[in-house]
């Protein structure tokens, strides 16, 4: 028999392993629908799960279905997960029915509202039978269970939620800072996370500046940070990465007007509503402060903090990061700073945004900066029109690292 394989959480999977590793139920409900699951198993030699999914009768309820197939698979699952997994399934099922009994009923239902809102008679019936099949919207949205936001794996807290930490002048350059919760990437944002939220977003209706995501890059290049990429798209990709993973009420970017920020080529640093960096908790470009509080470490009190470079003290980086001529290199291929932060020093320059004064910032150098560059408290400003002329006369030494307000 000819193998294929599954496509779950985007990912393609071969055996067993992966499976678990990719588990998302919603998928796996689809797959095991439309036999997709049996034929894979089937294709792939695993006669025990196979069997036990043949098991399964055609009348089995929701529930007893998902803590089969979690079963099957060997899936871990507490009792509240359980609990919260069924109530998101019911309702996303009831969502789907009503939508099917809209479609095979459009006209007639079109033709009730509008005889309705004329004053005119309708027929009590039909009436009856749409409004037992279509709820309100809202009714639906309050039954949805709420559910702790489910952040990148990636992250790195730096302040804990609930917590401040207030740094006086004497240890930063800065006059007495407040810094309140938030968390900051381990690494840069790759080629291949850049890649493949981008395709997804463009079929969404963003807009970027630069197409890098069509130039054809070898597999070993998906780990090298991305880079030929403007501010401007950084935002962008933010509001996309955060619609895609979290959810579109927690996209941090909106203009003045409280329109989402979907088009890089309209970004106007001047007219961003700031209020919602500190209400959404979506994914956004660190603050200068927030970057470079991270690069020391995160805490004043201990003696990375004085470092001059993230996680190193030594008169160079060669520790922690790529500088001189190194040139760009695979992320977290160095030793990390105290908080597990990895090429803050060297590899690429990253931005921060400073909304208050409207300026961009490079940080931390990349792999053919002097030793200088690759300081924790090195920063350069980017210049108006977003070309990195400041820091080179080309941008692709610059990159970027996600970070978002817990």
């Not at 804990?160 to 930490?165: A, D, R």
């Not at 400073?354 to 940080?363: R, T």
């Amino acid at each position: 028999m000819i193998k294929f394989f599954l496509i779950l959480e985007g990912n393609k999977i071969r055996d067993i392993e992966s499976l678990r590793e990719n588990f998302c139920i919603q998928e796996i409900l689809e797959v095991y629908n439309d036999n997709r699951l049996a034929n894979w198993l089937k294709a792939r030699g695993y006669t025990e799960e196979l069997e036990q999914i043949q098991k399964i009768t055609n009348d089995v309820g929701l529930e007893e279905l998902v803590k089969t197939l979690f079963s099957i698979f060997k899936v871990e699952y507490s009792e509240d997960e359980m609990k919260h997994t069924i109530d998101f399934l019911k309702i996303t099922n009831d969502k789907e029915k009503q939508i099917r009994f809209y479609n095979e009923n459009k006209e007639i239902i079109n033709k009730i509202i509008s005889e309705y809102s004329k004053g005119e008679l309708v027929n009590k019936e039909e009436l009856k039978t749409i409004s037992e099949n279509i709820k309100v919207e809202e009714a639906v949205k309050k039954e949805e269970p709420q559910k702790e936001l489910e952040l990148d794996s990636n992250m790195r807290v730096v302040v804990p939620k609930g917590e401040t930490v207030l740094v006086n002048k004497s240890k930063w350059k800065y006059n007495d800072i407040k810094m309140n919760p938030y968390c900051i990437a381990k690494t840069s944002v790759t080629n291949k996370l850049w890649k493949d939220v981008y395709s997804w977003a463009i079929k969404k209706g963003y807009v970027f500046i630069h197409d890098i995501s069509s130039t054809k890059t070898k597999s070993s290049l998906d780990l090298l940070p991305v880079t030929g990429i403007v501010a401007s798209d950084c935002i962008v990709w933010c509001n996309a990465y955060t619609e895609k993973t979290i959810g579109l009420s927690e996209c941090v970017y909106y203009d003045s007007n409280n329109n989402l920020i979907k088009d890089a080529k309209l970004v106007d640093f001047k007219n961003i509503d700031i209020t919602k960096l500190d209400e959404k908790k979506g994914y956004r470009l660190p603050t200068d402060m927030e970057w470079e509080f991270a690069a020391r470490g995160g805490n004043p009190n201990l003696k990375d903090w004085r470092f001059s470079f993230s996680g190193s003290n030594a008169e160079t980086p060669k520790q922690v990061g790529w500088y001189k001529k190194s040139g760009k290199q695979p992320v977290a291929m160095k030793k990390p700073n105290s908080l597990n932060l990895y090429d803050m020093s060297g590899n690429v320059w990253e931005i921060s945004i400073n909304f208050l004064e409207s300026v961009c910032f490079g940080h931390g150098g990349d792999g053919f900066s002097g030793v200088m560059n690759c300081k924790v408290n090195a920063k350069k400003k980017i210049s108006e029109s977003l070309d990195f002329g400041v820091i080179y006369n080309s941008f692709n030494f610059i990159g970027f690292r996600l970070a978002c307000t817990l």
